[in-house]
């Protein structure tokens, strides 16, 4: 079993950073596919960007450039700058683990991930 436990979240005027924090304990692996999620009210649940373990990052369209996804140790983070009023959502970290290399992912979709946080919540006014 794998418990994934986000923080950093908060709040933050336009055009400033936060980094979120994504802790993962259990039975996790060496291979790897890690991402963020997040959604906003009223809104589906959007992929924001992914990481897998051969380095290979995803980023959605509306965070390239902002958003950084990264990996130490047992700890996901997703550091945000530049942030817009858009960005205002609950983010999610999700992940597998596996033994053998994931491929490359081409649709960041929360229903593919096995375990998923809590979440953290994020407000840019």
């Known amino acids: 079993h794998v418990q994934l436990v986000e923080s950093g979240g908060g709040s933050v005027q336009s055009g400033g950073s936060l980094r979120l924090s994504c802790a993962a304990s259990?039975?996790?692996?060496?291979?790897?596919?890690m991402a963020w999620f997040r959604q906003a009210p009223g809104k589906e649940r959007e992929g924001v960007a992914a990481?897998?373990?051969?380095?290979s990052t995803t980023y959605a369209d509306s965070v390239k450039g902002r958003f950084t996804i990264s990996k130490d140790k047992n700890t996901l983070y997703l550091q945000m700058n530049s942030l817009k009023p858009e960005d205002t959502a609950m983010y999610y970290c999700a992940a597998n683990f596996g033994l053998r290399p994931f491929p490359p992912l081409a649709v960041m979709r929360s229903a593919d991930f096995r375990y998923r946080g809590q979440g953290t919540q994020v407000t840019v006014s």
């Open positions: 990481l897998q373990d051969d380095g």
């Open positions: 259990g039975c996790t692996r060496s291979r790897y596919r």
